[in-house]
C-alpha cells in the first residue's frame, strides 16, 4: 500500500508515472485493486471535477468495410449479420443528433465505416458537421484515415473533436489489422492537431492484449496528446474473428480504467463500446474507478441503454452530466 500511495501522490503533484510504476499498478491484486480504484477516483476529483462528459454516436455509413479488423463486425473479415447501408441523409443524422441532445449528451459523433471519406461524402459530412453545431451539441467525427486538407474542411464546417483510435499498442497492432497500419493511425492524429482539431483516441481492451500493451498504449498515448480517451471493452458478436474470446472480468476492466486514469491524469477517461457487457452490475463503478465521460445511446452495431437511464446513474452518485453545468461552448 505505502508504494501505491507514493505513486498517487506523485500523480497528484503534477508528475508523470514511470512504465515501472505502472507495471507495479497492473500487477495489484484483489483486495488491493479496491485501493487503486480508490486513488484514482481521488485522481479524477483533482484533476476533473465532478462532471462527466456525454457523448452519443451514429453510424452513419454501415457495413462493407474493406478494412480487416478482426473485433469489428462491419470488417472484410466478418461474416456477422448486421445491417449495410450507404451514408445516410443529413436529416436523419440530424434527427439522430436532437435525439441525442434531448437525452443529455454534449457531444454527437458522425461515425462511417471504411478506411476513411472522400469526396462527395466529405462534402456531405460537413453539412451535416454544421447541422449538428446548429442544433446545440459539439460535433465530433470518427471517418477513418483523413488528411489535413480534409480536417481543415471539416473543422471549417465546425467541427470541434475527431476521433481516430489506436486500438492497442503498435506491438499488437499487426494481430488485429493489416488494411492499414498504426503509423497510419499517428499521423492522423497529427494531422488533426495540425488542423486545430480537439483529439480523441483510445482503443479496445479484450483482443488478447497482454497488460504490457495496453500500458504501451497508454504512453503511446500521454505522447500523443488527445484531450478524451475512449475505453472500449469486446463484446464478442458471431461472424466476427474473435466471436469466441472471453469478456474480460468486471474488476479487469475497471483496473484498466483506473491505471488509465494514473498515466493520463488530465485526460477525459470515456468508457465507450461494452461498457454493460462486461461490466454488468459493475457499471456504476465505472466513475469511482477513474472515468469522467460515457458513450451514452446505442453503439455501432450493438446496442447501449436508454439515455435517462444513464443521466439517472450520473446523478444518483451524486456527480453531473456536463450539460446540466451550463457550459458556454464556444468556450470549450
Given at each position: 500500500m505505502h508504494a501505491l500511495n507514493n505513486i498517487e501522490e506523485k500523480v497528484l503533484s503534477g508528475r508523470k508515472i514511470s512504465a515501472k510504476e505502472a507495471g507495479y499498478l497492473s500487477a495489484l491484486q484483489s483486495p488491493s485493486v479496491m485501493d487503486l480504484f480508490c486513488a484514482a477516483n481521488r485522481i479524477?476529483?483533482?484533476?476533473?471535477?465532478?462532471?462527466?462528459?456525454?457523448?452519443?454516436?451514429?453510424?452513419?455509413?454501415?457495413?462493407?468495410?474493406?478494412e480487416d479488423c478482426t473485433y469489428c463486425a462491419q470488417s472484410s473479415r466478418s461474416t456477422a449479420a448486421i445491417a449495410s447501408y450507404a451514408l445516410l441523409e443529413k436529416s436523419t443524422v440530424a434527427e439522430k443528433a436532437k435525439e441525442a441532445k434531448r437525452g443529455g449528451a454534449k457531444r454527437f459523433c458522425i461515425v462511417t465505416s471504411g478506411k476513411r471519406v472522400s469526396g462527395k461524402e466529405l462534402e456531405k459530412i460537413a453539412l451535416m458537421i454544421a447541422a449538428v453545431r446548429s442544433i446545440g451539441l459539439l460535433p465530433c467525427a470518427t471517418l477513418g484515415l483523413l488528411k489535413k486538407e480534409d480536417l481543415l474542411l471539416l473543422k471549417r464546417a465546425g467541427l470541434e473533436r475527431y476521433h481516430n483510435n489506436l486500438e492497442s499498442s503498435e506491438r499488437f497492432f499487426p494481430r488485429i489489422c493489416t488494411t492499414h497500419s498504426y503509423a497510419e493511425k499517428m499521423q492522423t492524429i497529427r494531422d488533426a492537431r495540425a488542423a486545430g482539431l480537439s483529439v480523441c483516441s483510445g482503443g479496445i481492451f479484450g483482443l488478447g492484449e497482454?497488460?504490457?500493451?495496453?500500458?504501451?498504449?497508454?504512453?503511446?498515448?500521454?505522447?500523443?496528446?488527445?484531450?478524451?480517451?475512449?475505453i472500449n471493452?469486446?463484446?464478442?458478436?458471431?461472424?466476427?474473428?474473435?466471436?469466441?474470446?472471453?469478456?474480460?472480468?468486471?474488476?479487469?476492466?475497471?483496473?484498466?480504467?483506473?491505471?488509465?486514469?494514473?498515466i493520463l491524469p488530465e485526460r477525459e477517461i470515456r468508457v465507450c463500446g461494452g461498457r454493460l457487457q462486461t461490466l454488468g452490475e459493475f457499471n456504476a463503478f465505472i466513475f469511482f474507478a477513474g472515468a469522467d465521460g460515457l458513450l451514452v445511446g446505442n453503439y455501432l452495431t450493438t446496442l447501449g441503454r436508454g439515455y435517462q437511464e444513464d443521466l439517472d446513474l450520473i446523478r444518483n452518485l451524486g456527480l453531473s452530466a456536463a450539460s446540466d453545468t451550463g457550459a458556454d461552448m464556444d468556450n470549450i
Open positions: 479524477r476529483r483533482h484533476f476533473r471535477g465532478n462532471a462527466v462528459d456525454l457523448c452519443a454516436i451514429v453510424n452513419a455509413k454501415s457495413g462493407k468495410c474493406p497482454t497488460w504490457e500493451d495496453r500500458l504501451d498504449m497508454a504512453f503511446a498515448l500521454r505522447d500523443a496528446g488527445p484531450d478524451s480517451v475512449p471493452f469486446l463484446t464478442p458478436i458471431e461472424g466476427t474473428e474473435l466471436a469466441r474470446s472471453r469478456p474480460l472480468a468486471p474488476l479487469e476492466a475497471l483496473k484498466i480504467i483506473s491505471i488509465y486514469r494514473f
